[in-house]
């Protein structure tokens, strides 16, 4: 009794996180709605960077491939919030091809055929060559090591936040919900037991911590213009990346 109780509880707790992991993700792909406005408004990508959609475009593939019940079980909520994702980044990207420079526009495109050749191969080597749980273990890498990478672009934000003692270029509620959405599918993976989930999501977790102590360090400190323009780029890339 006791068992079967426990793992009731564990299944309903591995739903719940999985559930709210996808609410606080999808929170995040949907943060750069307001930059993608005003490039349709203007009609011009201006000083923002084409790569950080692309390469998130990437990320969501690969993590929605890792959880379909083909390649792993038990992660249906990985694969459809990166689903989601995939079809929101995509349709960045082909906002960002129409209003961007011809040479902007170019690389871009480059950029996104790589990503979509790139997953191709990842999904036709799991399905033709390998089987179980070598299969596993290949898309799960994949994923973790782009998911990881991911998490890592806040970084550079960081630095320009300890650097001007400002969180002019870090907002509070996607500080937030970046430490929401790592803690979130952190605890699932911990709770499924896969390691290609709660390592990456462990380490958003942490960095979304780290993000939200720096906010409360230097909270009275907003708007002070400094490097407004070399950052602009810089916090439109921290809005969007940082999520599982």
Not at 137 to 166: E, H, N
Request: hydrophobic letters at 50%; aromatic letters at 16%.
């Amino acid at each position: 009794f006791c068992v079967e109780t426990l793992n009731k509880m564990q299944n309903t707790a591995h739903l719940v996180f999985g559930i709210f992991g996808n609410a606080t993700a999808l929170f995040l792909f949907l943060a750069p709605l307001i930059t993608f406005w005003r490039i349709i408004k203007s009609k011009s990508t201006e000083q923002f960077s084409g790569i950080p959609y692309v390469m998130t475009l990437l990320n969501c593939l690969l993590s929605a491939w890792y959880g379909i019940p083909l390649v792993s079980k038990n992660n249906l909520l990985v694969s459809t919030i990166n689903g989601t994702g995939a079809g929101i980044e995509i349709i960045y990207v082909l906002i960002f091809i129409v209003y961007a420079p011809k040479k902007e526009r170019t690389k871009i495109l480059g950029l996104f055929a790589f990503v979509l050749t790139f997953f191709a191969a990842v999904v036709l080597i799991s399905l033709l060559a390998l089987h179980g749980n070598a299969r596993k273990l290949f898309c799960g890498f994949a994923a973790a090591v782009f998911s990881i990478i991911m998490y890592g672009s806040p970084l550079s934000i960081m630095r320009t936040v300890i650097r001007t003692k400002s969180v002019e270029f870090m907002p509070f509620f996607l500080s937030l919900f970046c430490f929401l959405c790592g803690t979130s599918w952190f605890i699932f993976g911990l709770i499924g037991m896969d390691p290609f989930v709660y390592v990456n999501n462990g380490f958003g977790s942490f960095l979304g911590a780290l993000q939200l102590i720096l906010y409360f360090i230097y909270r009275k400190n907003k708007g002070n213009g400094k490097g407004k323009n070399e950052n602009k780029n810089t916090a439109v890339v921290s809005v969007e990346l940082g999520f599982s």
